[in-house]
């Protein structure tokens, strides 16, 4: 899989999983903003959404295979823990369904794209360790 062992890619920018994480970042940084600057929901949602894109970067600079997938690992969990505070916002209000939805969907998005990273790195006979 292109990128998972760095690929001749030479910007953790270009790798897919980054690029989606992106998108999920900016739009909820951007629904954050309706919220109150003080609300725990919302600092604890930018804390996990920028954690995303952050381990994906780091992921990218490290050597070997197990630092690699450490980090896109964590990756992933700050998606699914982004998720379950998406739920939490829109169970109580904070946020539409329709909000809720659109950020879902960006969040499964990148979920699938930092598996299939974690996945190509689990694949016996890769010389890239």
């Known amino acids: 899989m292109p990128g998972s062992s760095n690929d001749g890619l030479n910007s953790f920018t270009k790798l897919t999983a980054w690029q989606a994480g992106h998108k999920l970042v900016i739009a909820t940084l951007s629904m954050c903003e309706q919220l109150p600057p003080q609300n725990p929901l919302r600092n604890q949602m930018e804390r996990a959404v920028i954690s995303i894109t952050s381990n994906v970067a780091e992921g990218f600079g490290r050597q070997s295979k197990a630092d ?45 794209l930092l598996h299939g990273l974690i996945r190509a790195l689990n694949k016996p006979g890769d010389t890239n360790s």
């Not at 982004?82 to 369904?97: E, Y």
Request: proline content about 0%; cysteine-free.
């Open 68 to 112: 690699k997938k450490h980090f896109y690992v964590m990756a992933r969990g700050s998606a699914y823990e982004l998720q379950n505070q998406l739920l939490v916002a829109r169970d109580t209000g904070k946020i539409t369904t329709s909000t809720f939805s659109r950020l879902a969907e960006l969040s499964l998005d990148s979920i699938r």
